[in-house]
């Protein structure tokens, strides 16, 4: 399967650079071979190969295979973590099916330079296997205080809060439909900072057990507890 920038529709696309290396020397496509394409937008079409070059392929692009995805209306806002661990938590939310990742920066986030373009590589990656037709959109990285600030009107904030949230599935199960999650920093938030986040009415702190658990696998459990909850 392979995400294409370009939109797609009937007729004929050019591969080049990784993906036609991808395709042709680590997949060893074939004239005639059938490739799956997705744009994230129109579906998911399916591709002939019906040239295959050395550093280049041309697909004709003749039907779609599948609409695109319902993607449940749940924001993950997270504390960017240290490189391993970030790309591990960006892959999983999006296997998970998230519609929106959201760099939170609090005041203990350890890292100060996110690097975007190779955290969509990993959302790309990820949908690619996972067999998603939509990539969740990654936000420009915002402060907590902005984001609470700006935050609609309509969306509840499940923020994971260790030291004293209500039980996470049954409040997840009460939620509307659009939800976001927020998780803390490997440092955890500030008391200044979790009374801003509890200041806020669409604000539900919610507890994911009696354990401390890793801010990734926090934003794991509690986006699969969501998706058990509301997902579709
Ligand atoms: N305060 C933690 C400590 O004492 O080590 C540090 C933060 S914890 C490593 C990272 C984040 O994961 C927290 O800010 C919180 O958002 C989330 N988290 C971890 N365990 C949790 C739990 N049992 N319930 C809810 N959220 C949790």
Redesign the pocket.
């Given at each position: 399967r392979l995400f294409v920038e370009q939109p797609l529709g009937p007729g004929q696309i050019r591969i080049e650079g990784a993906q036609a290396h991808y395709l042709v020397s680590v997949m060893r496509t074939k004239v005639g071979d059938p490739v799956k394409l997705f744009d994230g937008v129109s579906g998911e079409w399916l591709g002939v190969a019906s040239m295959v070059g050395k550093r280049d392929l041309l697909l004709d692009v003749t039907e779609r295979l599948r609409e695109r995805e319902h993607v449940p209306d749940l924001w993950l806002c997270a504390?960017p973590l240290k490189k391993g661990r970030v790309d591990w938590l960006v892959e999983k939310a999006c296997e998970l099916g998230v519609a929106r990742l959201m760099p939170t920066l609090t005041r203990r986030t350890v890292v100060d330079r996110l690097n975007l373009e190779r955290l969509r590589a990993h959302m790309v990656e990820a949908a690619e296997q996972c067999g998603r037709t939509a990539v969740p959109d990654l936000a420009e990285p915002v402060k907590l205080s902005g984001l609470l600030r700006d935050w609609p009107e309509d969306r509840t904030l499940f923020?994971?809060?260790?030291?004293g949230?209500v039980p996470?599935l049954a409040a997840m199960q009460a939620g509307g439909a659009a939800a976001a999650i927020?998780?803390?920093?490997?440092?955890?938030?500030d008391d200044a900072e979790r009374d801003a986040i509890r200041a806020l009415p669409q604000a539900i702190?919610?507890?994911?057990?009696?354990?401390?658990?890793?801010?990734d696998?926090?934003?794991a459990a509690?986006v699969s507890l969501w998706m058990a909850a509301k997902g579709d």
């Open positions: 504390a923020f994971a809060d260790e030291a949230g996470a927020l998780i803390g920093p490997e440092g955890g938030f702190g919610i507890s994911l057990g009696p354990r401390i658990l890793r801010a696998t926090a934003a509690a």
